[in-house]
């Protein structure tokens, strides 16, 4: 049966790093969405906690700049 939810999903890019015992991401869509964790999982939800903050908020943010060796990881996020 499927589900009457009218909630969309996209996709959305995060980038992450190592940095110490931490992974470190943001998200090339919206580069002002930073967060962490100590597993991928963590930093995860973490960064999607992150990203309805910044949605919510009505205050402007800069853009972080961040030069290392990054990978990403495509999410889906819940528009």
């Known amino acids: 049966m499927r589900s009457s939810s009218t909630e969309k999903k996209h996709s959305i890019t995060l980038e992450y790093w190592e940095d110490g015992k931490y992974l470190v991401g943001q998200l090339m869509e919206?580069?002002?969405?930073?967060?962490?964790?100590?597993?991928?999982?963590?930093?995860?939800?973490?960064?999607?906690?992150?990203?309805?903050?910044?949605?919510?908020?009505?205050?402007?943010?800069?853009?972080?700049?961040?030069?290392?060796?990054?990978k990403t990881k495509r999410l889906e996020l819940a528009a």
């Open 30 to 70: 919206y580069p002002e969405v930073i967060s962490q964790g100590e597993t991928l999982d963590e930093l995860v939800a973490n960064i999607r906690d992150a990203q309805r903050e910044m949605e919510a908020s009505t205050h402007p943010r800069k853009r972080a700049g961040v030069t290392r060796k990054h």
